[in-house]
């Protein structure tokens, strides 16, 4: 779990960061928002579940932004391990609601041209998340 997380802590917020510079990264920056409305339109739904596929959806998009096939593919892998802690853990509502709002923010950043405080906003939410689970699951954070 704690590889997984420097790895996302390394790449997601450095995407973000540099998007701007990615050929054709606009074109890919709607499908931020739309995995946060598939989140919402989930929790109303009261399908966590759909809430966790939706925020998978989200950070696939985030890695996307960056037009790269071998990173793309990193984050499969990345995101495919992350399905596996979840399975593990109890109380999906609980972890998955506030970063419901999370990735709205990031989205509205991107959206914005806001590189440098979407980046910002990433690094503190994966932050968080390590944490989150790491008192879960009982396991030791990344130093």
């Given amino acids: 779990m704690a590889d997984v997380y420097r790895v996302r802590r390394l790449l997601e917020p450095a995407v973000l960061r540099e998007f701007p510079t990615f050929g054709g990264a606009a074109a890919r920056v709607p499908a931020l928002g739309a995995a946060v409305s598939e989140g919402r339109a989930a929790a109303d739904r009261d399908d966590w579940d759909g809430v966790a596929s939706a925020n998978q959806h989200f950070h696939r998009a985030v890695v996307a932004l960056a037009g790269s096939p071998r990173l793309d ?61 790491v008192t879960a699951f009982g396991a030791s954070p990344v130093a």
């Fill in 73 to 133: 593919a990193t984050m499969e892998l990345l995101l495919a391990e992350m399905r596996l802690f979840f399975h593990q853990m109890d109380g999906a509502e609980e972890f998955h609601r506030p970063y419901l709002e999370e990735n709205a923010r990031i989205a509205e950043h991107v959206a914005a041209g806001r590189a440098a405080e979407a980046a910002e906003q990433m690094a503190s939410y994966l932050s968080a998340a390590e944490r989150q689970l």
